[in-house]
Structure formats: structure tokens, C-alpha cells
């Protein structure tokens, strides 16, 4: 069993950074390929960012290539994305999310994911 707790959403204007965290509990945690996801008011979950466990592969979703950067800290079980040159349509609740897997996959499809954590809210104002 894995829990996943999301921080460091909050308001910020367009153009700006912000950097979220997902803290995993449990062991294994590089045995764990982990994801990004987002939903926007009236809009479904979409992919963000992926990266496998051993850090090999990292994948984006093409809106946010070049802007964001999904990285993690085995020995912290922590998983980042970096936010950069934040857009409003960026807005939304941005949720982490955990696959058992070696290797170095990646996962773009949410049902493809064992754990979530709750979320943390990302409002981009204009």
C-alpha cells in the first residue's frame, strides 16, 4: 500500500513558477513508476508528466514540453514537477499518481495507476 500527499499548489501569476511535491509512503518507492495528472474545472484528467522508477524516461504531455519538469528523490520518496513560465490554462488540480513497475516505463493512462494522492490546487491568474 502506497499514500501519496501532494504540496505546494497555490496562486500564481501567469509567467511565473511554482514546484509541487508528492511524498509517498511506504518501501520500494524507485520500484514505482510515478505520474502527473491534472483536471481543470469541467474538463477530464488529462496526463501532465511521467518519469519511470529508476529516473531512465521522463515523458510530457506536448502542452506543458518545455515548461515543466517531472524529476524524483529515491531516497526522499519524493517526486517534483517544476513549473516554469506558468500559463492560465495551466490552471487546474494536479494529482500524483504511482504504478508498480520496473524498469524504465513510463504511463500516460491514468487507469494504468495503482495509487493517487488527493490533489493540490494550481490557480494561474492572468
Known amino acids: 500500500q502506497v499514500q501519496l500527499v501532494e504540496s505546494g499548489g497555490g496562486l500564481v501569476q501567469a509567467g511565473g513558477s511554482l514546484r509541487l511535491s508528492c511524498a509517498a509512503s511506504g518501501r520500494l518507492f524507485s520500484s514505482y513508476a510515478m505520474g502527473w495528472f491534472r483536471q481543470a474545472p469541467g474538463k477530464e484528467r488529462e496526463f501532465v508528466a511521467g518519469i519511470s522508477g529508476s529516473s531512465g524516461c521522463m515523458r510530457y504531455t506536448d502542452s506543458v514540453m518545455g515548461r515543466f519538469t517531472i524529476c524524483r528523490d529515491n531516497p526522499r520518496n519524493t517526486v517534483y514537477l517544476q513549473m516554469n513560465s506558468v500559463t492560465p490554462e495551466d490552471t487546474a488540480v494536479y494529482y500524483c499518481?504511482?504504478?508498480?513497475?520496473?524498469?524504465?516505463?513510463?504511463?500516460?493512462?491514468?487507469?494504468?495507476?495503482?495509487?493517487w494522492g488527493q490533489g493540490t490546487q494550481v490557480t494561474v491568474s492572468s
Open positions: 499518481a504511482a504504478k508498480w513497475a520496473f524498469g524504465s516505463t513510463t504511463f500516460m493512462n491514468e487507469n494504468e495507476y495503482d495509487y
